[in-house]
């Protein structure tokens, strides 16, 4: 009798727990990722995906592939496993090319979200437009430390001056012909 | 002070080269409408890709850089020669270079001007250009490419003009009732030379900085442009040693660029009494010189990867050594210096004559066994060919490779004689393989390392993932040679491409300072 109510007792307990242990399940796989992009003060673009499951939960220790697209369709980039709140974060460069971005967790494309981290449009388009934006500002003014530009400056400066030297001394030496004042070397 | 004889200021071998400047035959205007004609396909093959953009060429993204950057490199290395035998030359007293050396300065402006467009040609978008002068990164090489060729170009140019000087004081006295734009051309740019002393130390001052100054920028350019390569983290290219390694490959190109020239100016222009067979003989030398220099670089800038073969180089190194692109590697390495260098060396030894009596080689057999298995080699490669379904095509290919390569021996030993015979002939062969050579080599440094990059190209279209350069480039390539050769040809009526003033008194008894500047024609 014991042993019968035993059964009873297990049988309606099983189900339960199937019920149970399927939802369990069901809570910790990806069903959607979403994406979202934070510029820092340092200027580099952070694209962090939130991997959630069907019923909205932060899914953790789930990969997530972050693909770029490009001429010749997505280029994977980046495999980072989410953390406990289901989030997952790369950075990208300010300059990055990548027009557009994409992050699955899971099998089977499993939420799989787009976001535009597309540059600006460039304020001076080329061609006449451009011209018409001259300036010694950009060339002049450089990020790059003092020593690098007079290297290159003391080099360049160095061989030009010395070519407009040379271009002086040509000019000495028509005037020369012309019968003008000319430093005369003793003749040979 | 030079001799002027009595009523006339030229020699007879003077007057034969001033003779070259307005002489012209049938021959000569087909050349120049040939060259034309090239030069406008080119122009229509370019407007094509101003209208298109580049996807009318093989270039995509993978492969940034082709034909024109091969062009721009071998151009900008073909350039060097002018620095090389006027000034290194110049400066270490080599009497014997006098009479070619304006042909080496003619060749450093006429391919600086085709190789600087060649970046131009391989831009897009050219009219962003200006981007490159508004927005350029300093760290970047393409900047220091962009100065350090502008700077070159300009102290070449100053090389070519300034030597020039007492010739074209010469050529305005003998233009003097010649057509009126000779007059005026000659005028302007003799700066009133009348050979007076002050002129004369000026021309000196000049001439000997300018020699002085000029090697380093050289050196500088090709350095440079090899660092648009050897700065950035790609198989191939990550070497240390890619500046010495282009500046080797340059002279070496351009000394031989200079043999052709003059062979084909000395036939053209009956140039012999300048040109001598001597002269052939020491550029072979010259040749010979760096070409060993080359072949030690590029020994050591291959074999320590490939002894390595680490993981990351392991596909460009194997394409370039055994794969795809090695039929072209091992051209350069055996056609375009090892032939050159056996060609200019075997020749010399006394037992080649007895080569002819021996029955085995006679070059007309030899040459038919070469042309014979050519032939097959060509018809069994062309896909669809009835020998496929006859026979196994690799190996049959393979075997007629082999067959090309030792009938190609046993024809080069055939021919030695004959070559000893004629020197200037070698010379000339062997400075076109060598010509072949290099841009085929540039090509080869260029193109695999971008077939094979770190990051694997993924998922690329059909056909994105090679390069195969299309008749807009190959149009574009010929008319940039086309447009070389023709400035080449119209500099030499418009100058002497030999100096009158420094090659005067050559073999005169009194020789010792001949050529010097205080020797200069006094007018």
Do not use: C
Not at chain 1, 5 to 28: D, F, N, Q, T, Y
Request: glycine residues 10%; without cysteine; positive net charge.
């Amino acid at each position: 009798m014991r042993r019968r109510s035993r059964w009873a007792v297990a049988g309606w307990l099983m189900p339960i727990l199937l019920v149970g242990v399927a939802g369990a399940a069901a809570a910790g796989t990806p069903a959607k990722v979403g994406l979202t992009r934070q510029t820092g003060a340092d200027g580099l673009a952070r694209i962090t995906a939130v991997v959630t499951d069907a019923d909205g939960k932060p899914v953790g220790g789930t990969a997530v592939t972050f693909r770029v697209k490009t001429a010749f369709g997505w280029l994977t980039v980046a495999e980072v496993e989410s953390r406990s709140d289901g989030t997952a974060v790369i950075v990208l460069p300010p300059t990055s090319l990548h027009a557009e971005i994409n992050a699955d967790a899971g099998e089977g494309g499993v939420g799989t979200l787009a976001v535009s981290v597309a540059r600006p449009e460039p304020t001076v388009r080329p061609g006449r437009g451009m011209l018409g934006t001259l300036s010694l500002q950009p060339g002049l003014i450089s990020p790059y430390p003092p020593p690098q530009i007079l290297f290159v400056a003391l080099i360049l400066g160095g061989i030009w001056t010395t070519y407009a030297y040379l271009v002086f001394l040509l000019a000495r030496l028509r005037r020369a012909g012309r019968g003008g004042v000319g430093r005369h070397a003793p003749d040979a | 002070m030079i001799e002027r004889r009595s009523g006339d200021a030229f020699s007879l071998r003077e007057h034969a080269l001033l003779a070259s400047m307005h002489a012209t035959s049938r021959s000569y205007y087909a050349l120049v409408g040939g060259l034309v004609a090239v030069i406008i396909w080119g122009l229509i093959g370019y407007s094509m890709q101003l209208r298109y953009g580049l996807g009318v060429t093989g270039l995509r993204d993978n492969f940034m850089w082709g034909v024109y950057i091969t062009n721009f490199v071998f151009f900008i290395g073909v350039s060097h020669v002018g620095a090389l035998m006027s000034a290194i030359l110049r400066l270490t007293g080599a009497e014997w270079r006098r009479p070619i050396t304006r042909m080496a300065e003619a060749i450093t402006f006429a391919s600086l001007l085709m190789g600087a467009l060649m970046p131009f040609v391989d831009m897009g978008r050219p009219d962003r250009f200006l981007n490159l002068l508004l927005h350029g990164r300093l760290q970047s090489p393409i900047l220091w490419d962009i100065m350090s060729i502008g700077t070159y170009l300009a102290g070449s140019t100053l090389f070519l003009y300034v030597p020039m000087i007492p010739d074209i004081a010469l050529l305005r006295e003998h233009y003097a009732r010649g057509p009126a734009w000779r007059r005026r051309l000659y005028t302007v740019l003799a700066l009133g030379w009348r050979g007076l002393p002050a002129q004369k130390h000026h021309l000196e001052t000049v001439m000997a900085v300018l020699a002085v100054l000029i090697i380093p920028i050289a050196i500088s350019v090709h350095t440079v442009v090899s660092w648009i390569m050897g700065m950035t983290l790609r198989a191939g290219w990550n070497s240390t040693i890619f500046g010495p390694y282009f500046v080797s490959g340059a002279l070496f190109s351009g000394a031989a660029a200079v043999v052709t020239a003059m062979a084909a100016f000395r036939r053209a222009y009956h140039l012999e009494d300048y040109i001598t067979v001597q002269h052939f003989k020491r550029m072979g030398y010259l040749v010979i010189t760096l070409g060993v220099i080359y072949a030690y670089f590029t020994f050591a800038e291959y074999w320590t990867p490939a002894f390595k073969m680490a993981g990351h180089e392991r596909g460009y190194l194997s394409a370039v050594l055994s794969g795809k692109f090695a039929p072209l590697f091992w051209f350069t390495q055996i056609g375009g210096l090892l032939v050159p260098l056996l060609l200019l060396t075997l020749p010399t030894i006394s037992r080649v004559p007895r080569l002819r009596e021996m029955p085995m080689l006679q070059p007309r057999p030899a040459l038919a066994a070469v042309a014979a298995s050519a032939g097959l080699l060509v018809f069994v490669s062309i896909s669809g060919s009835p020998a496929a379904a006859l026979v196994d095509v690799a190996a049959l290919r393979a075997l007629l490779t082999w067959a090309v390569a030792v009938f190609g021996v046993w024809l080069f030993v055939a021919l030695l004689p004959l070559f000893r015979e004629r020197p200037v002939a070698a010379a000339v062969v062997a400075s076109v393989l060598v010509n072949i050579g290099a841009w085929i080599k540039r090509f080869v440094i260029i193109v695999p390392t971008l077939q094979y990059p770190f990051l694997p190209i993924q998922r690329a279209p059909a056909g994105w993932a090679i390069y195969h350069p299309t008749w807009v480039e190959w149009s574009i390539t010929a008319a940039a040679l086309a447009g070389f050769a023709l400035i080449y040809i119209l500099f030499s009526k418009v100058f002497p491409i030999v100096s009158i003033w420094e090659t005067r008194e050559q073999g005169a008894p009194h020789a010792s300072g001949a050529g010097e500047v205080a020797h200069a024609p006094a007018l």
